[in-house]
């Protein structure tokens, strides 16, 4: 076991490199790398713990190797030095341990810096420059977070998000955040109803909903990712009561009033889900809540006709900004004042506008904003009658 953690230190220096180097997605390059390592199972957990973390902890672990390390790094030094950081800061791993098996995954030439700046590292002070270098995040996803949830909410919610993600299996097997699984249920589809997903890649949602044996249409634009909905489909079984439609949810191709529910799961800046995917905080751009608000506002604009009267629109959202949830919301309800507002639900969801919201912190899930309406039953606008309910 001592010669095997030294192996596991340097293929997570290795997986490190590739994701500064290339720019490559930490979940993507991973896997590859694990394969060819040949380490044991119980390595690859521990490898796979030193990646996500040091990615995720990737600024907190270049504050201190910035005090100690100066000029130039060559890639696969800076990776390791902070792969060193994290298990001394973050991991709590002993600091003889930390130092020396990092230091021996190192080419030699360069063990004396390593060694001499992880020391430092370890005996160091932290008396952090900003919430968002301790927390490890982009300054603007701090700033935004803050203003929006207010300081207390935002740290908490940041703090929860740089734990890993629990594993949630639906009782069909497939993995599931339990925040999602309370969307499918808000939605409360039952058995017969004709039921929309009009952002329905990877299928989590349509096939939750087709298990409660609706029948649904499962929209998505990109037709690659229409290929995941129907892989999902099939191996669950659930053919007969999908139908996978590849779309733009802005002018989805539908009959006026053919749905009993509509679900709008719509693309959104995910700043409520950062600790599924490591890197995704190094990612997502400033500007895409406003970008992405504009989006989803369509969305809803192209879905709402689709519900039949005195049917039922839905509304959620993977994040926390206000743009993309109480914002477009409000924006919506303004259009369409004969919408009205559903009963959402309760805890460990907190009212946020005329919708809830699903702090990360509150239960561990993804965090998540869900706005339901009820359509009037009597309608101006359609002339159309609505099709026969077996037909989805
Ligand atoms: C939040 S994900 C949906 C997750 C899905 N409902 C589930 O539970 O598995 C949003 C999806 O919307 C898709 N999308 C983006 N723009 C779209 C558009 N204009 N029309 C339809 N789908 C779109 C994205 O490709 C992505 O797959």
Not at 62 to 83: I, K, Q, S, T
Not at 285 to 312: H, T
Request: charged share 25%; net charge negative; hydrophobic share 45%.
């Amino acid at each position: 076991m001592a010669t095997q953690l030294p192996d596991a230190r340097r293929v997570a220096v290795e997986a490190l490199t590739r994701i500064e180097v290339d720019g490559a997605y930490a979940n993507l390059v991973l896997p590859g790398i694990l394969a060819r390592s040949g380490l044991p199972e119980r390595d690859r957990a521990f490898v796979t713990q030193l990646v996500y973390g040091t990615t995720r902890a990737r600024r907190a672990c270049d504050w201190f190797v910035e005090r100690f390390a100066h000029g130039e790094l060559e890639p696969e030094v800076r990776a390791a030095l902070r792969l060193g950081v994290f298990q001394l800061r973050f991991l709590g791993t002993p600091p003889h341990a930390a130092v020396s098996a990092t230091v021996a995954v190192v080419p030699r030439r360069v063990r004396g810096l390593v060694n001499a700046v992880l020391r430092k590292v370890a005996e160091a002070e932290d008396r952090w420059p900003s919430e968002a270098v301790r927390l490890s995040y982009p300054d603007w996803v701090v700033d935004v977070l803050t203003a929006d949830l207010g300081t207390d909410r935002a740290i908490a919610a940041l703090e929860s998000m740089n734990g890993a993600a629990p594993v949630s299996e639906r009782s069909d097997g497939y993995v599931q955040d339990r925040a999602s699984q309370m969307v499918v249920e808000a939605v409360g589809a039952r058995r017969g109803e004709r039921v929309l997903d009009l952002c329905a890649a990877p299928g989590g949602k349509a096939t939750a909903l087709a298990g409660a044996g609706a029948w649904v249409a499962a929209g998505e634009i990109r037709t690659g990712r229409a290929g995941l909905i129907a892989a999902n489909v099939d191996r669950l079984d659930l053919s007969p009561l999908v139908s996978v439609v590849v779309a733009d949810g802005c002018h989805p191709p539908f009959g006026a009033e053919s749905f009993d529910r509509v679900l709008v799961d719509a693309p959104c800046s995910g700043l409520g889900s950062l600790r599924r995917r490591a890197d995704a905080r190094w990612r997502v751009d400033p500007e895409a809540p406003g970008r992405l608000a504009s989006l989803q506002r369509k969305l809803l604009s192209g879905a709402l006709p689709l519900v039949a009267p005195g049917g039922v629109i839905v509304y959620s959202v993977c994040t926390l900004t206000q743009a993309e949830t109480v914002d477009v919301a409000a924006g919506f309800l303004d259009e369409h004042p004969d919408l009205e507002p559903l009963d959402i639900p309760g805890e460990p969801w907190v009212k946020w506008g005329s919708g809830a919201l699903l702090l990360p912190q509150a239960e561990g899930t993804d965090g998540m904003a869900l706005f339901a309406w009820r359509v009037p039953n009597a309608t101006k606008k359609s002339e159309s009658p609505a099709p026969a309910r077996d037909q989805p």
